[in-house]
Every structure is written in C-alpha cells, then in structure tokens.
C-alpha cells in the first residue's frame, strides 16, 4: 500500500477528466465563484502550476487520465487556456489518494471533515484490494499510511462510515462532526453488541443517518449526553428497551431526552395514533409490566409502568382505528383489523394497553404482546367490576362457599369485602376476576378454561422461563381477549 509508483508528466489540461469523488465536496460554482480561484488563474497565468496535480490513467481511453487531486488547479487551468499541465500518474487510485494526502497534510489545508472524506477513499481502496480485510486491519493500514495516532484514526474511521450526504451536512456546518464519533461510539456499537435483533429493522447505515439527522434538528442532547446519560440505556437488556429504541429510531422528530425519560418512567408516549403508521414515522413497541393489572401511575409514582408509543386514536369518532404496518404477516394483521372494530369501546387505560400489545405482537416481541394484551382486558374486567363492587363481593363470597368444579383449589385465595377496586388492583386476582365472569354467565366454562390457558401463558411470559411461543399461539390469545372480553356486549 505504500509503493505509491509515481512519475511526473506534463498533460494538456482537456486530456484530464474530472473526480466525481472530490475530497473536498465542492461544487464546480462554489470552485469558481470563490475570491481565491481568481487569485489562483492570475498566478497560473503568471508563473504556471507550481505543484502538480494527481492523476491516474483512464482504463477505458488510453490517451485519457482522470484526475485524483487538483480539482481547483486544473479548473484555473482550462479558464487561462494553459497549454500543459505538471501532473503525477499514480498506478493506481489508492495509491493517488494515499499521495494527495500526504501533500495536503503536509500543506496543511485540509479541513477535518475533507480529511475524513480523503481518509474514506483510502478505506475504500484497501478494502478493494483485501475484500476480507478485519477492521482492526484496516485501522493498522490507516496508521501505517498516515502515520496518525491510534485514537486519530480510529476517530476518522469511524467518520468515514457515513454516506455522502451526511458528511456534506457536516462540511456546511449543519451538523457537528463529533456527533458523528459519539453516534458510532455510543450509539451503533451498542447496537450491535446488545440489541442486534433491531439491526433486522434498521441496518447500521440507516441508524447512522436517522441519528445524524436527529442531531442536524438538535434532537440528540449534546454529545456528553449520549456519552454519559444514555449509555444507561443500553445497559439494560430487555423487551421494554428494545421498544424504546425501536421507537427512538422510527420516530424522526424524537428528542433524545424524550426517548431516555420514557426509558426511566418519568414520561410516557402521546396519547394520539397519527394515520401515518404505514410510514417511517410508524411506531414500535415491545413492553414489559411487572403488574399487569394496574394502570400507568403518575410522574411520582416509583412503580411507573410504560405507557404505549402508538395509542389509538381520540374515540369521539366511530371511525377509530389502530394502522397496520404493511410488513407484518397476514394473521397478525387480521388482528389489528379485528381489533380496529371496537375501538370506540375501549377506555384510555385500555387504549393504552391495547396499542401496545397490537405493536407488540406485530414485531413479534411475544412476551410483552401477551403481557400488555393481558393488561388491557384486566383493565376492562376491572371497569366492569367498579360499576357494582356490592354484586362482586357477594359473588366472591359465594364461589367461597359454593366451590364449584371450577372453583375448586381457587376460590379459598379469593379476595373479599373489597371496598374499591384500587384494592384489586393492589393485590391482583386474575383468576378470581375470570371466576366471577363465569359465575354471572359473561363467560362459558369452555371460554374459563381457555382464559386459564392463556393467564398460564401469560405468567411464564412475565418471569425468567424458557417459554417458546409461536405466532398462532399468541395469535390466539388474542383472538379470545377479543371474542370473550372485548366484544363481550355483558361487559
């Protein structure tokens, strides 16, 4: 890599084509419109081109050569009409960018963002010659070209894994280029090292260009922010987190600071479904609760549980409805499509619930779809019951004594005499709730079982078990809460 093979020629300035790839990222109008390059045409017309442009030979015209570096020279050159230009033929256009480097450093005229973009064109040609290379041995050859510090390369490294567009951004001043370090540091390395199930949604160089834009709309903190407070974030491995982030990269206009309070319970997402689902703005969530039967509290409350991302729609209207993904699988749509039908019906509670689990289990995050679907239909019950604890309480105290087939095992746990329903909530009895639907015939003995099955489910979801779950099992569950509970007109 570095037998850089040069010799110096002189070449009529129109036998030169231009580099589509210019380090510098300039415009030909931005060239020629700047103060300096007509300084620079007066002293070509004056003395000539003192320092000779780079070049290569063109492989598809013999008497062509395309230009690696002197883009501002030769342009001044065809303006004055010179005849000839000095020139170095490099043999090959990684060795061209290797030698235009160096003579920049040395000059000292490169921007950092403009040595980024030289030190990309190196990367890139090591990677063509060694398609296999390891990263550590790209930044040993980086080192060895360049002769920069370790922690110097490594920095232009991982700068030099942005696209284009992105690096524009930074040369214009529209974003700081220390995001894009702190963005692969703190943000894409974590990434891959501890959720790299979200990189089968976004790949790195998408997240790579929804965080550099989050940062161009000042929604990223400030680089110390990512450093030091949402590192807390990747430290905690699990399906609530994984949502959060999912939801972070979907959500163009997410602030940061939005995105770590809801990671922490401080906050909890907008109430309001937008019908923009199907775009890039749709919403992904996967939470967990740890007690399913009791709604999201306030900011004060140390027992904050997630609130869902993507609620459903304001339920004035009949016309409701919870937006499908077009990516999800037929099934899984289904039970968005079935569920969209009694919207109108669902409390705020249970709206926040219900979208949750639809997300949920349309990302097939199983566990929190089931643990959220849950909670949405023991909020339902739970409405059900407040409307007349006296009728609840009577009920509990006759399943006591009746003991029914069913009741049996289960009725001596029973709550009793309960004075509201915070007290339910407090020390949940879900199969007691699902008992006295069927003592009042809301539900049959069939659907009481089927119920059981699915609380079963829903207790291995909830605690460290090696439970596997398919897509029709979970489908399923959700297609009882539907037939037995939500739809259920006693209820």
Not at 265 to 293: F, I, M, W, Y
Not at 365 to 387: D, Q, S
Not at 419 to 427: G, H, M
Request: charged content about 30%; some cysteine.
């Amino acid at each position: 890599m570095n037998n850089t093979a040069i010799k110096l020629v002189y070449l009529s300035p129109i036998s030169i084509d231009f580099d589509k790839n210019n380090p510098r990222g300039e415009t030909v109008a931005q060239i020629t419109n700047d103060h300096e390059f007509e300084k620079l045409k007066a002293s070509i017309e004056e003395f000539g081109i003192l320092e000779p442009l780079i070049v290569k030979g063109n492989e598809n015209d013999t008497n062509k050569y395309i230009l690696i570096d002197g883009e501002r020279r030769l342009r001044a050159a065809r303006a004055t009409k010179a005849i000839t230009v000095p020139a170095i033929v490099a043999t090959s256009q990684a060795n061209g960018r290797i030698l235009a480097y160096h003579i920049h450093k040395l000059r000292k005229e490169w921007s950092k963002i403009t040595e980024v973009k030289s030190i990309k064109s190196i990367i890139k040609g090591i990677r063509e010659s060694n398609p296999d290379i390891a990263p550590g041995e790209i930044k040993k050859e980086v080192l060895q070209i360049t002769g920069m510090r370790s922690h110097e390369a490594e920095d232009l490294i991982k700068l030099s894994h942005y696209d284009e567009k992105i690096i524009t951004a930074a040369i214009n001043g529209e974003l700081s280029m220390s995001y894009l370090v702190q963005i692969e540091s703190n943000f894409v390395r974590p990434i891959k090292k501890k959720f790299p199930q979200i990189l089968n949604k976004f790949d790195e160089d998408k997240i790579r260009q929804i965080l550099a834009e989050k940062a161009r709309k000042e929604k990223l903190g400030n680089t110390r922010y990512l450093m030091d407070t949402f590192k807390e974030v990747f430290a905690h491995h699990s399906d609530r987190t994984e949502s959060i982030l999912l939801e972070f990269l979907h959500k163009k206009d997410m602030d940061i600071t939005f995105a770590f309070d809801w990671f922490k319970g401080v906050k909890a997402p907008p109430l309001l479904l937008t019908s923009t689902t199907q775009t890039q703005d749709n919403t992904a969530s996967q939470s967990e609760v740890q007690n399913s039967q009791n709604p999201p509290q306030n900011e004060s409350s140390k027992k904050t549980e997630a609130e869902s991302p993507t609620p459903i729609k304001s339920q004035s209207s009949n016309k409701s409805k919870i937006a499908k993904p077009k990516s999800n699988a037929i099934a899984l749509n289904e039970v968005r499509a079935a569920y969209d039908k009694i919207a109108g019906t669902l409390s705020d509670i249970e709206k926040r619930y219900m979208i949750e689990a639809i997300t949920c289990l349309e990302y097939k995050c199983f566990k929190a779809a089931i643990l959220m679907i849950w909670a949405a239909l023991i909020a339902k019950i739970h409405n059900f019951i407040e409307k007349d604890l006296n009728e609840f309480n009577n009920a509990s105290n006759a399943m006591q004594k009746n003991q029914r087939s069913v009741y049996k095992h289960i009725a001596k746990n029973f709550v009793l005499n309960v004075k509201d329903i915070s007290a339910l909530k407090q020390d949940p009895k879900d199969i007691q709730l699902l008992c006295y639907l069927y003592y009042r015939n809301i539900i049959t003995e069939s659907q009481f079982k089927k119920m059981k099955g699915n609380y079963d489910k829903r207790c291995d979801c909830a605690h460290p078990t090696d439970i596997t779950l398919t897509d029709n099992e979970v489908v399923a569950i959700f297609e009882n809460a539907l037939d037995y509970i939500f739809a259920n007109k006693s209820l």
